[in-house]
């Protein structure tokens, strides 16, 4: 094989260099055209099909770029980066979490992003997105238009199409935090490689342009990223690789290159506040199972790409990989090349770990493009004898391709989330909210939005008790993911270098604004974050605390492992103040519901929740417990979030419909809070606007089954009007009674407890069903919010004829929920 | 054209990383999730087989209360001490009545029965009925009754109900609450019961199966690692072994079911909680004698100090009922709290700061003014474990 590729070469190379030196352009596309891409000779190129193609695209990368920021990290690494700026610290984590005191590589991470949001806000922020994804569509339009010059319109196609279906799988990537630095290094990475290695890989830089340009790489990825070693078992690969598949003769040029490479690498990305270290840190993020309970790391969504749900990125990235592997297979080329061992390097880590699957879709397409921008010869797969004739016209086969482009790119658009989790989830959950057409916007996600806790907190006075150091004590939040961390992390406000958190007595530290030296008074911090945990080897620890809050283990108990769990004292031994408890953990919302922790808000993204008895929070717990009263028994109507002209709500420019997360995560927070009748004005209104969203359907099903349970746990039996509304077998009728209630309960199901109502006014009721219409009607009537009436029915049913036993024991459960409305007729 | 090299190549590499990314992906199927030591079934061990080598022990279990901390519903001694009996509480009727080999329990203002299905409590002070029933997600929910059978063969209100003989004392004239046939508990106090009330509680994704629980506690339930002490014949030490603990460690380990201090805020541990006496192991942290114990223990090796070690098991052994001799645990008191002339050594006169009685003789009797027997409700009655000079005294 070696001896055939070497009697080849000159072959094909002097047929490329015959096509580069002395065929003009058009020539060359003529000449290209020849093979059966679909081009005639003699056009050219692009044509009116390809430009239609190019639109679309621009059309797809402009709804790729303008996308709220929503990564669930942003607040973290604005904290981390304004750490950095305002204490001049390089270890901005030990800083804001009070169980950690280990160094970092990474402190620069944040500051980028948090000087520019310091200045511009949210728009600064998008900013930075609309640069990243114009420089890269500008780059990718440059190079197909280049390829598609020289080796005609199909490899240009190619090339958009993968450069475009990446972007919109990374879309969520593409947020300036962390993750947006090591996509970018191994994008550079990529390319780099790409660029060094000549044809058939042949290394072809000189060795200093490589280790200058390799030492920068490394130093900025390992001072601003995640996941420098990436890079160096990329380049181990392919320095292997390499060795092996080089001539003799060239081995040693070849091996100069590559120990210059690496070494380069070592020595740039050491260049860090940790030093060494750097790499036995990345490796750890990188293979988080080879530290860890794979049960924890699971657990916080570092599993196997095989046990995670597979987003629209995943499916790409498996989706190109087997193209790149069909390219080689098929290729007339010997395939055993530097790029096989380095793909193999990435693979490895993205199927081992599928949190890295952005990484790997960077590498996987940037092998494809490099690919498709060779010269045909060069190109794995390419056939090297002309076709006999063209596969179809010009037109025909351009407006194929045009076709070809809008459906898939249009499927990635609708299959993308912008959210990376909560929002995201499964490809085809995504595609059934319109993905990437329904969040389109500019500025901050709503989820984001830290207003609420901060309007929460300032109204408790713990920020004004803490400048007296109360003998409490007790100064840090319990965070429960990376979202709740975050934001408690930017609203305690930047922490001085000795350690303590300046103290805005305003609660101004939220808007990002510098306002002050760090002082010394207080101390209030994070606990942990799931990533420095893992590092720090407390991760097990972090998702034991997690586990026992989640499953309502309070009291110490010991397990087969030997170690104590129960909530309790492990907070106690934290010095707790509050749990911040994201909004969409509805699981350990619902845990915390009995237990000693009150909610300070019921519509932050992230609740914050305080011990009751506390002195510093006391009046906001009472006053939150008077909003819960309010909204489960007393009239009240839900109102989606107004849409106005904060950055939080620039959602389709802040002119489209308001984002059905909001009223869904609202139900379920009120559900899991027990607040059922809250739920369900919840959900009228929403069902009302988002009728076939099967969501809302089944979280209204929820809470029938819920409130059934009660009824059963009050008076023996459900009631038949709840049976039905949960579906449950009980609200079946006897056989042979007509069946009013049915008909009754599939209104309320479909259009509400209003419109039930009013039917229900003008059906006559068939003997006896009326107490189970009766207490039907006074549920309707407590729905809605008509007390008066609900009163004056209950009066109405006990002294009229005599109800069934149950109906009678549910009937007086319910007045007793009225107790305030008699109250306040008596005065 | 297809390239037979390149095929093995890319082969060889995709056979390898399938199979490196199977051994990760079948480490993370296979891992396991640590579980609570009474759920897990790794370290359980039979009584009998502890039998074997500690007879005396084992049997003196069988009469301790420890062993019959929870009976089924049908058992022939609960039929009989529960089976038609009734208490009126808070203008409710609650009857306890017999239905073939079943007790259930039945409310005048309720129009439904409940079945009780579990007893918990040896009847040293009391024992309370309740039933299970499921919540909407299938997990086993524990209804308690209002009512118990007290000590003294009587029923009576249920601490923790909220019911009470008389309306008055409920708190307003309908008892203060809609008519319930007790309080239900959710899943998670439900397991929380049963985990105090059982050897082993094993739980499939979370949820708990009554079918397969062991009721009433054994050996593994205080000694975890028995079973490995078990196999090797006794050679294994067991890993917790009571006397390695100090005295703080060992009335917390009795506070995970008798409650501990440290599981109580500031406010919910003063004199006037009258419902404390129910919990021994929280008097105990508060009493100054322990305290004092406790330091003493910790500071043991300076040789300072000279206290007895004290902590539940200085009076209880938790393998027998308990005494009812009190001048036994009189004794114990003045282990310590002995006239300073009596004790031999000057070196210990001077080490020993725990004071006689200045009020009485040494012979009197220190649990009657100390630890007092309180009547919580009439017929339930707690030695108060508050060791402390009392201020009505």
Redesign the interface.
């Known amino acids: 094989?070696v001896k055939q590729r070497r009697a080849r070469r000159p072959v094909d190379r002097g047929r490329v260099e015959g096509v580069k030196k002395d065929t003009p352009r058009g020539d060359r596309a003529a000449a290209d055209n020849s093979d059966g891409s679909g081009s005639p000779a003699g056009s050219s190129w692009p044509g009116a099909w390809d430009r239609l193609s190019g639109v679309f695209l621009l059309v797809g990368l402009g709804l790729v770029a303008f996308q709220p920021i929503a990564s669930d990290d942003l607040w973290w690494w604005l904290s981390h980066g304004r750490q950095v700026i305002s204490a001049g610290t390089m270890t901005p984590s030990g800083d804001l979490l009070s169980e950690d005191d280990r160094g970092e590589a990474s402190w620069l991470a944040g500051s980028i992003p948090a000087l520019v949001y310091a200045i511009g806000g949210a728009s600064g922020l998008m900013l930075i997105r609309l640069s990243v994804v114009a420089a890269i569509g500008s780059l990718v339009a440059w190079l197909a238009f280049r390829v598609g010059t020289r080796n005609g319109p199909i490899a240009a196609w190619w090339i958009c199409l993968i450069a475009t279906l990446a972007l919109v799988s990374l879309s969520p990537d593409l947020d300036p935090v962390t993750t947006l630095w090591d996509l970018i290094a191994v994008g550079v990475l990529g390319a780099g490689l790409a660029c060094v290695t000549g044809e058939r890989n042949t290394p072809a830089a000189g060795s200093r342009l490589v280790a200058v340009g390799t030492a920068v790489l490394f130093f900025l990825w390992s001072n601003f990223g995640r996941f420098p070693a990436l890079g160096i078992g990329i380049l181990v690969g392919f320095a292997l690789a390499t060795l092996l598949a080089f001539p003799r003769h060239r081995s040693r040029d070849a091996l100069r290159l590559v120990a210059t490479a690496l070494l380069a690498a070592v020595v740039g990305g050491s260049l860090n506040p940790i030093g060494w270290r750097v790499w036995i840190d990345s490796f750890v993020l990188l293979c988080p199972?080879a530290v860890a309970?794979?049960?924890v790391?699971?657990a916080f969504g570092w599993?196997?790409?095989?046990?995670t749900d597979w987003d629209f990125a995943s499916i790409l990235f498996v989706a190109l990989s087997v193209v790149w592997?069909g390219l080689?297979?098929?290729?007339?080329?010997?395939?055993?090349d530097g790029r096989?061992?380095a793909?193999?390097v990435v693979?490895?880590f993205v199927?081992?770990s599928g949190s890295l699957v952005p990484l790997g879709v960077v590498w996987v397409a940037i092998e494809l493009i490099g690919d498709f921008s060779r010269d045909r010869e060069d190109r794995p797969g390419e056939p090297q004898e002309p076709r006999a004739r063209p596969l179809a016209g010009r037109s025909d086969f351009a407006k194929a391709r045009f076709a070809v482009m809008v459906a898939v790119v249009g499927l990635a658009l609708v299959s993308t989330s912008s959210r990376p989790h909560g929002g995201g989830g499964r490809f085809w959950e995504a595609g059934a909210r319109g993905g990437l057409f329904t969040t389109f916007g500019w500025g901050i996600d709503s989820r984001l939005d830290p207003r609420h806790l901060e309007l929460a907190l300032a109204e408790s006075n713990f920020r004004v008790e803490s400048n007296f150091r109360t003998e409490a004590g007790s100064r840090t939040v319990f965070a429960d993911d990376v979202r709740s961390s975050g934001v408690v992390a930017w609203i305690l406000g930047p922490v001085s270098s000795l350690g303590s958190p300046e103290s805005p007595d305003d609660g101004s530290a939220g808007d990002g604004k510098f306002d002050g030296d760090a002082t010394d008074d207080g101390a209030w911090r994070v606990q942990d974050h799931p990533e420095r945990a893992l590092l720090g080897g407390r991760l097990s620890d972090h998702h034991?605390l997690l586990l026992d809050l989640r499953?309502?283990?309070?009291?110490?108990?010991?397990?087969?492992?030997?170690?104590p769990?129960?909530w309790?004292?492990a907070l106690?031994q934290r010095d707790t103040a509050w749990i911040a408890c994201s909004r969409r953990d509805v699981t350990l919302i619902r845990?915390l519901e009995?237990s000693?922790w009150k909610p300070l808000s019921l519509e932050s993204p992230v609740i914050p929740y305080a011990?009751a008895?506390d002195p510093r929070f006391t009046g906001r717990i009472l006053e939150v417990l008077g909003q819960r009263e309010a909204v489960d028994r007393r009239p009240w109507a839900y109102r989606p979030p107004a849409v106005g002209d904060s950055p939080y709500d620039r959602q389709r420019w802040g002119a489209g419909p308001r984002d059905r997360w909001g009223p869904l995560s609202q139900a379920r927070v009120f559900l899991a809070m027990e607040l059922r009748t809250a739920t369900l004005r919840v959900l009228a209104v929403a069902r009302e606007r988002w009728p076939h969203d099967p969501r809302f359907l089944r979280v209204w099903t929820?809470c029938q089954?819920?409130l059934a349970?009660e009824e059963?746990?009050?008076?023996?039996?459900a009631s038949r009007f709840r049976s039905l509304a949960a579906g449950l077998p009980d609200g079946e009728l006897a056989a042979g009674l007509p069946d009013v209630l049915h008909e009754l309960v599939k209104v309320y199901r479909s259009e509400g407890a209003r419109e039930a109502l009013l039917m229900s006014a003008e059906v006559k009721t068939p003997d006896g069903q009326d107490g189970q219409l009766a207490y039907a009607k006074l549920c309707w009537m407590m729905e809605i919010g008509a007390y008066d009436e609900a009163l004056g029915l209950i009066r109405k049913m006990r002294s009229g004829s005599a109800l069934e036993?149950?109906i009678?024991?549910l009937v007086?459960?319910r007045e007793?929920e009225l107790w305030w409305l008699e109250e306040d007729s008596g005065r | 054209m297809i390239k037979p090299r390149g095929i093995v190549f890319i082969g060889v590499a995709v056979a390898l990383l399938a199979t490196s990314v199977m051994l990760i992906d079948r480490r993370f199927r296979h891992d396991r999730v640590v579980s609570p030591v009474i759920a897990s079934p790794i370290g359980k061990v039979e009584t009998r087989t502890c039998a074997e080598c500690h007879p005396g022990i084992a049997e003196r279990f069988l009469e301790a209360p420890h062993s019959r901390t929870l009976r089924r519903g049908d058992d022939p001694q609960v039929l009989e001490a529960f089976a038609n009996r009734s208490i009126e509480l808070a203008g409710q009727r609650i009857r306890f009545d017999a239905r073939g080999d079943e007790l259930w329990v039945s409310n005048s203002q309720l129009p439904f029965d409940l079945r009780v299905d579990w007893v918990f409590g040896s009847g040293h002070h009391a024992m309370t009925p309740g039933a299970i029933d499921h919540d909407p997600d299938g997990n086993p929910r524990l209804t308690q009754f209002p009512a118990s059978l007290m000590a003294d063969g009587q029923l009576g209100p249920t601490p923790g109900s909220g019911l009470s003989v008389t309306p008055e004392e409920s708190g307003s004239p309908d008892g203060g609450q809609a008519p319930m046939h007790g309080i239900t508990s959710d899943a998670d106090d439900t397991r929380r019961c049963f985990g105090c009330h059982s050897g082993y509680l094993p739980e499939t994704d979370g949820r708990i199966e009554l079918g397969k629980m062991r009721p009433n506690l054994d050996c593994s339930r205080c000694h975890p690692s028995a079973s490995r002490h078990a196999a090797s014949g006794g050679e294994i030490r067991p890993a917790l072994d009571w006397a390695d603990l100090s005295p703080l460690e060992s009335i917390n380990r009795c506070g995970e079911c008798h409650r501990r201090a440290d599981e109580l805020t500031a406010d919910e541990v003063t004199p006037d909680q009258t419902h404390l006496i129910r919990f021994a192991p929280v008097g105990m942290a508060m009493s100054p004698c322990f305290r004092s114990s406790q330091m003493g223990q910790a500071s043991e090796g300076s040789g300072a100090k000279r206290f007895s070690r004290f902590d539940c098991v200085t009076c209880h052994d938790p393998h027998s009922p308990a005494v009812t001799d009190p001048e036994y645990y009189n004794d114990t008191c003045r282990n310590c709290h002995t006239p300073h002339d009596e004790v031999a050594s000057p070196a210990d006169r001077r080490a020993l700061t725990t004071a006689p009685c200045p009020v009485q003789p040494v012979d009197s009797s220190c649990i009657d003014c100390h630890m007092p027997k309180v009547e919580l409700i009439p017929g339930l009655s707690f030695t108060d474990h508050w060791i402390r000079v009392r201020e009505s005294r």
Do not use: C, K, N
């Open positions: 094989m199972w309970s794979p049960v790391v699971e599993g196997p790409l095989t046990r592997i080689r297979v098929f290729a007339p080329a010997p395939a055993f096989l061992l793909m193999l693979q490895f199927w081992t034991r499953e309502g283990r309070q009291m110490r108990y010991w397990r087969d492992d030997g170690q769990g129960g309790w004292l106690e845990r009995p000693i011990r008895g929820r089954t819920e349970d059963q746990l009050v008076a023996g039996r036993p149950e009678t024991v007086r459960h007793s």
